[in-house]
């Protein structure tokens, strides 16, 4: 079996498992083949639809966007999983937008988090805490205050 083959039999393998990304995918058969093999093998699974990037993501978004917010979700497809950001803004057309006050809800109850009885360290960690997941300041200050005021 010569390089090229072996190199399509991988891919195949590869994406039989789960959906990759094409930089995924590419990033997995460089460590054992030659660039133009690579790229080769690439081409031959994306003849057959084997592989898809807007698929992904639209996927991606749909699963991912059910526990994160948009923003944190769209960073990883970007700069974790290689989409490019003209694939991504059709995905993201593609999909629906997520009420993100219920995620941040979510988070409340699982942190225990009571505007009511919280401490004002306590309210500036909690904000903290839902930036660095991505969710928009405006969104966690709404929820925070209609929380406080139940």
């Not at 083949?33 to 996927?59: G, L, S």
């Not at 979700?73 to 694939?87: A, P």
């Amino acid at each position: 079996m010569d390089e090229l083959t072996r190199a399509k039999h991988r891919a195949l393998y590869i994406l039989e498992r789960c959906d990759r990304t094409e930089q995924e995918l590419r990033t997995k058969l460089s460590r054992n083949y030659e660039p133009e093999i690579v790229e080769e093998a690439i081409c031959y699974v994306k003849q057959y639809d084997y592989i898809n990037d807007k698929r992904y993501a639209v996927n991606y978004l749909k699963s991912r966007c059910q526990i994160k917010s948009r923003r944190q979700v769209e960073q990883e497809l970007l700069y974790k999983k290689g989409i490019s950001r003209d694939i991504l803004e059709e995905a993201c057309q593609e999909t629906e937008a997520q009420d993100e006050s219920l995620l941040i809800r979510r988070w409340m109850e699982k942190k225990h988090y009571s505007p009511e009885t919280a401490t004002q360290e306590e309210q500036r960690r909690f904000y903290q805490f839902l930036m660095r997941r991505g969710f928009q300041s405006e969104d966690i200050l709404r929820e925070m205050r209609s929380r406080a005021f139940e």
